[in-house]
Structure formats: structure tokens, C-alpha cells
């Protein structure tokens, strides 16, 4: 009886002395190493350098899980029976799956004692934070956005039509826009002519994704698309700018501002606020991307008009474009009633110096104006 006494008292001593141990976690440091922002469908080096410091033997896991949208290229995760300081670096790719700016969670740690009968975990803070951008592709744009000049002398080929301003009349030809015929004085000369605009430099470029009609997957290829034009002005040497959801980026020809309109992009989330238009810099050519362009914003469009060089509205209905690489498939429904208005009012609109380009059927928004 005794012994057996003397066996309880000295396993509950052990038993209390583990969970003494385990009481207080050790001393863990954490810092992560990535850039803050990468292309949708790219990749960014991760390094991640963890620091575990105990004077009392202990049994520890640590995890450092990433948030959804960004995969590291193995698992962050270390368990090892710990004394002293121990310092252990992950190396790997971070793999970038989704358009977003994700907050990165705290590490995950556990510990026990040596013989693991008491466990507890907390999470201990890392703040870091991910932009992912729109993914880009390249584009056919020759009468969308090519050519553009923001310097430089204008010629008969070079610049933007300018509708308002007329230069001369010619016989019409093949391949004539129906929207450049004179009537008045094609019934007055008996034969077709054509208007030839003036043509304007363009000052800078500016694409206004409208978030107020579509879903998710229209604003995921809206914001794609949004970039791959801003990254095509910024090539010709135009300032380029991003506008949404009642903001804009400021306008320039550096990365900065790149970056700064990429960021938007890729916060841009499906937003049920009215669209509204951003002041238009004199000169510049402004693009309008939607899913449904309702009424209201081609007013706006037709009084950014006074100041810009171009307006251009691009309609992408849901279910009937092509994103690049994606195989054609049935149209089961029609286009949506505002998207057929305004190509009922395309003709009318390029009077005022309004382009239309609607994608129907299984376009690709590869091409545009090809």
C-alpha cells in the first residue's frame, strides 16, 4: 500500500512538473521575407526565418499558413523537441493564384512538454500584406488605342480622329466607318463622301472599369484587361491612370504611377454604386469598360467628350467574350438590352467622337479592334 502510494505521489510529481513546464510558451521571432506585390499567374520568392528560444525543454510546432489566393510551394511547418535557441529559414516560391491584396495571418505555434501530454497554441502576429495584380495579356488594338502620341507633330496618319473638327471631304473607299458618310454632301455631289477628321494628340490614358452591373467574373476580366491597356499606354510614353468606384490613380509615366493604378485594379471588388466618370485630363483619351452601359454613363461618356481626345466604351457582357486561351463555346442567351441599345446608338455616338466596341459571340477580348 505504501508503495504504491509512494508510486502515485511521484508520478503526479512528474505529471505536475510537465504541465509546470508547458504553462509558458517559449520565445518565438518570426519575420518573412517577400516583395508586396506580383502578377496574377506569377510567382515571388518567400523566405521565412524562424527564432525559438527556451531555457526549459519542450516539445514545439510551429505552421505559418498563407492566405487563400497565394500558395507557398511546400507547406511552412517545423516540429522538433526544443532547447536553447534554434533558428530555422524555409525558402520556397509563393505562388500567385488570385487578383487581391491579402493580409498575411499570424504564425500558428504550439508547444508541450518533452513527453507531449500538455499541449496548448496561440497565434503569435506577422503582419505582412501581398498585392497580387491583374494578370496582362497581350492585345490587338490598332484602332482602340494605336496610334497614340503624347508629344510629337500630327500628320494625316498619326493621332486620334477628332470627329468635331473636320478637315476635308473625300470619295468613300472600302473599309470607311458608315459613321464618316456626309449625307448632305453626298446627295449634293450624287456619289459617297466621307468626312476626314482633324486628328489630336493624345495627352494621357485613362481606363474606367465599371463595377456597378457586372459580377465577379466580369470585374476579374475587366480589371485584366484594365491593365494590359494601362501597360500598353505607359509603353507608347502616355501618363496613364486607373479609375473605379469613385476613385482615381494620379496620372504619370513612371511606375509609380503603374503601380498605383494596378493597385486599384487589384482591389477592385463588384460595387452597386452608380458608375460615375472621373474629370477627364484635356486631350486624353478615356476608355470605358463595362458589362451593361447603362443610360446614365454614356451622358457621361458624351460630356467627358468635351475635354477628352477619344472616348471608347468597351462592352463585355457576361458569357459572351473569350478570355485568352479559353476554348469557344454556346451562347445560350442574348445580349443584355442595355448592351443592344448601345449598339443600336454606336453610329450615332461616333458622330461625337464616341467609339463602341462590343464583344458578342465568342470574341476574344485579345482583339478588340482587329
Known sequence: ?????????????????????????????????????????????????????????????????????????????AAALHLGQTTQTFTTTLRLNRRGHFEWPGLDLAWADPLGLFWQQTTLPATTAVTVYPGTHGLLLPDLLRPLLSEGTLSRQLGLDDPLSLRSAREYVTGDAPGRIHWRLSARRGEVVVREPERTAASSLTVFVDASAGGSTFVDSAARLAASLLREGQTLGLPVAAAAAGQVTPAGRGTDALHAALHLLARLEPDPAPPALPATRAGGNLI?????????????????????????????????????GEQPRRQWAGLPDAVRDLERRAAVLAESGILVYVLRGNQSVLTLAG
Not at 527556451?54 to 511552412?76: I, Q
Not at 447603362?294 to 477628352?308: N, V
Request: glycine share 10%; hydrophobic share 45%.
Open 288 to 324: 470605358i469598360l463595362t458589362a451593361r452601359p447603362s443610360a446614365d454613363l454614356t451622358t457621361q461618356a458624351l460630356h467627358a467628350r468635351a475635354t477628352a481626345s477619344r472616348v471608347s466604351i468597351v462592352a463585355l457582357p457576361e458569357g459572351f467574350y473569350l478570355e485568352p
Open 1 to 77: 500500500m505504501t508503495a504504491a502510494l509512494l508510486w502515485l505521489a511521484l508520478i503526479a510529481a512528474v505529471t505536475g512538473g510537465l504541465w509546470g513546464l508547458s504553462r509558458r510558451p517559449p520565445h518565438v521571432t518570426v519575420t518573412r521575407e517577400v516583395p508586396g506585390s506580383g502578377f496574377e499567374g506569377g510567382g515571388l520568392p518567400l523566405t521565412v526565418t524562424v527564432t525559438v528560444r527556451s531555457r526549459r525543454p519542450l516539445r514545439v510546432t510551429v505552421s505559418d499558413p498563407a492566405p487563400r489566393g497565394v500558395v507557398p510551394g511546400h507547406e511552412l511547418t
